[in-house]
């Protein structure tokens, strides 16, 4: 399917947003909604169809959907997941471009991942910010609106990839303000606990 220069672009802000919160989740979505001809994928991401890819993203998105709700150990599991949110998002949009000049393609991959980096890196800061409360509903909270949020993200880019695309802007830009904000409040953090520890 040929995709128009300006959609393609959209469709690639809002998916590389969502592989950044849950690439799993993004993956299985986007093979699900080609499979059942809902949106026709491009053709260089036919694969996504595949059951077994299908398949494959649904276990790992089931994996996910616990470990990332777990206090503590869901700042290990983002941690880890860097090597692969943020790769995904970049081939993803390497893949999705594929018509296009290999010199648009690096473009879109780096934008793609850049896309993703800054969505998986304001998903971990809020984690850091919530994690130290001692109940765990908050966690769970936040771990199930963002996967929600994904899935959601993902089918609205197939339906309206400007709307998605706009929301998933703004959302970049708060996600941005957030994670200066969470890295500004540890850094007090740990000059605060410093100057404690000097004065005992």
């Not at 299908?54 to 997941?81: C, M, Q, R, T, Y």
């Not at 896309?115 to 998986?120: D, F, G, K, R, S």
């Amino acid at each position: 399917m040929h995709i128009p220069a300006e959609e393609l672009v959209a469709l690639l802000i809002a998916v590389s947003f969502a592989a950044g919160l849950n690439t799993y989740a993004t993956v299985a979505t986007l093979g699900l909604l080609g499979r059942f001809g809902t949106f026709a994928l491009p053709a260089a991401l036919h694969p996504l169809q595949s059951w077994w890819v299908i398949g494959a993203s649904a276990a790992l998105f089931g994996v996910e959907l616990f470990a990332d709700k777990v206090p503590a150990f869901d700042l290990v599991w983002n941690a880890l997941h860097t090597f692969i949110r943020v790769p995904v998002a970049a081939l993803l949009a390497w893949r999705a471009t594929a018509t296009l000049s290999p010199q648009e393609q690096i473009v879109a991959a780096l934008a793609g991942g850049l896309i993703a980096l800054i969505a998986h890196g304001g998903k971990t800061a809020a984690r850091a910010a919530v994690t130290p409360s001692p109940e765990p509903l908050s966690n769970i909270g936040l771990s199930m609106g963002e996967d929600v949020m994904a899935v959601g993200l993902t089918w609205l880019a197939t339906v309206h990839p400007y709307v998605e695309a706009a929301i998933a802007a703004v959302l970049v830009m708060l996600l941005i303000l957030l994670i200066r904000w969470v890295w500004r409040a540890l850094g007090a953090l740990f000059r605060g606990a410093a100057t404690e520890v000097s004065r005992v």
